[in-house]
């Protein structure tokens, strides 16, 4: 079936997501469209099928009707203030955000802010339940609302329901961990199709259902539970490539770009780190591997400059504003070491960037480092490939991001490794211009191969398959 197919005008299928944030944002006097690859890749489909959103409109109490923007039924659910401090705070970013992560940082569990977690889902699944006509689907997103499929599939037995998550599923041995492991699984278990970004993730989510909820396995990619076929779909999420493309082709970006290497002194190598400030990054370690390698140059050559954009993100949670002071410190004692009046080796840039300066920046960075502990895909890394026109640049990127299964091309390195991570910098700025290029070009092939809207397409045909 073609997604958003009509039948004499009639949407055969409506699709109805459900994600923890609304794809607008309210600015106080009017809504906005909130940028982000996911709402891009499904505007046009939702357009197409009647769709309608369901998510939070980011302000506490604010509890506005359903209304439409840019042809998308807008569907919110409000949040108290308590509610984001125990649900999207405490158990979502204190709890499930750390141990999906490899627990890098130690998870914290309470009962009363799971209690919020289970609370808030049903909020958003008794939401769903009424937006929902027969036969329609429902598309639930992420680790926030993991107990939604379950509550939803015994409200509406009638519809089909896929669930995609955006971070890792980890290894049965960090999950086993969670004292309410049994729930969510069972919670997930509630969809048709339950869709990762890495094949290791849909493995390890197969071990924790049969562990934890006593599904049944059917070959490697279907499980049977309570009755039901539930199928694991391994779907790497990806990026607009050819809207990056143009955005990098702009006679403004090239000249923003031309600006941001003589800002920084006209050096002979630009280092880009581009990320959210989250400690699953790694940018603390990989700014350790950039001293060491600026250990060989002499400071008065000033050869490298590194740009480490930190866009700010989770500010009240203890773990983000403890990782902000280390950067920080970091930071100075590099920079304090290695710079001179008037010259710093790293610029460091704790903001949200305007898309414009986000792609001069892939355009003008030499070499980028994606270098995080763990990461369910990192589209960072894919956005610097599709904006290296010349098919240039060198990506050096951590064995632990999903894109890792992807970009096989790129310099992999384990980010705990500061000898290797520094090793990989060396090489890549050294790497001669040919190698750059054959590298280059065969990760640019593979994402303009698998792009977001062919991630969009083959999640949802999967899901009016069942
Ligand atoms: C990750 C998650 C998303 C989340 C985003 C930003 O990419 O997978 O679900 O929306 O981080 O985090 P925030 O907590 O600001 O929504």
Redesign the pocket.
Known sequence: MVIGSTLGGVPIQRIVVVA??LPVAWDGETWTISPGGLVRALRPVLQEADGAWIGWPGIPDFAPHPFEYDGIEQRPVPLSEAEIDGFYYGFC?GTLWPLYHDAIVAPEFHRHTWRSYVAVNRRYADQTAVAMRPGDIAWV????LQLVPGILRELRPDITIGFYL??PFPPIEVFARLPWRRQIVEGLLGADVLAFQTRSSADNFARAARRFAGATSIGRRDLRWSGRAIHLQPAPIAIDTTEFEAMAASPEVQERAKELRSELGDPEHVILGMD?LDYTKGIDLRMKAFADVLEDAPPEERKHAYVQVAVP??EQVPAYQQLRIEIEQLVGRVNGQHGEAGWSPISYLYRTLPFLDVVAYYVAADVILVTPLRD?MNLVAKEYAACRLDDDGVLVLSEFAGAAEQLKSALIVNPYDVDDVARALRTALAMPLSEQRSRMRKLRKSIREADVFAWARSCLETLEER
């Open positions: 923890n944030r970013n997103q992420d680790y926030q955006h971070i959210r993100s989770r369910g």
